[in-house]
């Protein structure tokens, strides 16, 4: 996975996100010097495996959304945040998720099956002429809408 540290939609790297987790968990009161105990404690508070925090505040990320969605759940924090901290979204990504922009234009079944990767000539063909019909059917029956996006 790409990670990149520039602002906007550059995502951040496995370094970044440990320095992240280190400054929310000495926020939260855990003391993570040597001998310190917090990281034994966030353990045990977490639920998460000693290797997977020993693994993620070295700077090895973890992709898994369970083990993220339950460090976000023990550091009371979104989901999204915790995702864009660990570099899986940039914040325009996640930006994107939280509000789409509307299409100005209805997608073509064309288009439709572009998005969709359906490239193989048979099923493309047999997706376009059912979205046709579809369309031309609802024409019928009053509505004023193609498909959306």
Same mark, same amino acid.
């Given at each position: 996975?790409?990670?990149?540290?520039?602002?906007?939609?550059?995502?951040?790297?496995?370094?970044?996100?440990?320095?992240?987790?280190?400054?929310?968990?000495?926020?939260?009161?855990?003391?993570?010097?040597?001998?310190?105990?917090?990281?034994?404690?966030?353990?045990?508070?977490?639920? *998460? /495996? @000693? #290797?997977?925090?020993?693994?993620?505040? !070295?700077? %090895?990320?973890?992709?898994?959304?369970? =083990?993220?969605? &339950?460090?976000?759940?023990?550091?009371?924090?979104?989901?999204?945040?915790?995702?864009?901290?660990?570099?899986? *979204? /940039? @914040? #325009?990504?996640?930006?994107?998720?939280? !509000?789409? %922009?509307?299409?100005?234009?209805?997608? =073509?079944?064309? &288009?439709?099956?572009?998005?969709?990767?359906?490239?193989?000539?048979?099923?493309?063909?047999?997706?376009?002429?059912?979205?046709?019909?579809?369309?031309?059917?609802?024409?019928?029956?009053?509505?004023?809408?193609?498909?959306?996006?």
């Amino acid at each position: 996975m790409e990670h990149r540290s520039v602002r906007g939609s550059e995502r951040t790297s496995p370094e970044q996100f440990a320095a992240w987790l280190r400054k929310q968990l000495e926020r939260r009161g855990y003391d993570l010097r040597p001998r310190g105990g917090g990281q034994t404690r966030f353990i045990k508070d977490s639920g *998460l /495996s @000693a #290797g997977t925090v020993s693994r993620m505040l !070295s700077g %090895q990320t973890t992709t898994e959304t369970r =083990t993220l969605q &339950q460090l976000a759940d023990a550091l009371d924090l979104p989901l999204g945040e915790v995702l864009v901290a660990a570099g899986i *979204l /940039s @914040a #325009g990504e996640l930006e994107n998720v939280r !509000s789409p %922009q509307p299409r100005h234009t209805p997608m =073509t079944p064309e &288009q439709a099956a572009d998005e969709l990767g359906i490239v193989d000539p048979h099923k493309r063909e047999l997706f376009i002429n059912m979205t046709e019909t579809l369309q031309r059917q609802r024409a019928t029956n009053g509505g004023t809408h193609t498909a959306e996006n």
